[in-house]
């Protein structure tokens, strides 16, 4: 039962698009990321994801429409709903989302993750 | 699908120890309170908490231990360990639990809410 420092576990971070494991509560995962530029087209259809952006901004779009993000703004976005994360500089963002949730959807990416490291 | 500004929340509350829910997503609430003083000793049997320190810094109290909090560092209570948050100066908190989870556990106390607020 330790407290995690964002800016901390930030510091360890320096690849892209590439979530860690910083806590996890009732079966969710916690995790921070980097983003920048353009990450893949993807839905889950069964996880509902959260982004509150800890510094930078990003935008997320979606088929119909785009929400600017900023740092101490969140977005939720709901199961089955097709998003892109786009950055056009890099961005720190704490996620929260189930433990299960697949990294892309069932969309297979060089960028995809199958496996979450924990920091 | 609208995004949240946390200071824009924050700024609509003007009691303590009276969370409001800014999201929900994963049968999971998304809420913002603001803590001043003692708040009373409890425990949730079945939920697990976040809490992530916004704005200032607050202390949580354990029975053997205490974990000072500042802006920018989360704790996660898992459940069934007693607690007491206790803020010097008012704090600003996003919190992280179950959308069934009650205010102070089994614990009656003036400061115990029974319903949750959307702002």
Same mark, same amino acid.
């Given at each position: 039962m330790n407290k995690v420092n964002l800016a901390e576990k930030l510091a360890l971070i320096s690849d892209h698009w590439n979530p860690r494991v910083v806590g996890e509560l009732n079966s969710q995962h916690v995790k921070l990321v980097k983003f920048a530029g353009e990450f893949v087209w993807h839905d889950h259809a069964g996880e509902d994801e959260m982004f509150l952006v800890v510094k930078g901004r990003f935008r997320m779009e979606f088929r119909d429409r785009t929400v600017e993000l900023e740092a101490g703004e969140f977005l939720i976005v709901p199961r089955g709903v097709e998003h892109r994360p786009v950055a056009a500089e890099e961005v720190e963002v704490l996620l929260f989302e189930p433990?299960?949730?697949? +990294?892309t959807g069932t969309v297979e990416s060089p960028?995809?993750? +199958?496996d979450w490291e924990r920091i």
């Amino acid at each position: 039962m330790n407290k995690v420092n964002l800016a901390e576990k930030l510091a360890l971070i320096s690849d892209h698009w590439n979530p860690r494991v910083v806590g996890e509560l009732n079966s969710q995962h916690v995790k921070l990321v980097k983003f920048a530029g353009e990450f893949v087209w993807h839905d889950h259809a069964g996880e509902d994801e959260m982004f509150l952006v800890v510094k930078g901004r990003f935008r997320m779009e979606f088929r119909d429409r785009t929400v600017e993000l900023e740092a101490g703004e969140f977005l939720i976005v709901p199961r089955g709903v097709e998003h892109r994360p786009v950055a056009a500089e890099e961005v720190e963002v704490l996620l929260f989302e189930p433990a299960e949730i697949q +990294h892309t959807g069932t969309v297979e990416s060089p960028l995809t993750r +199958h496996d979450w490291e924990r920091i």
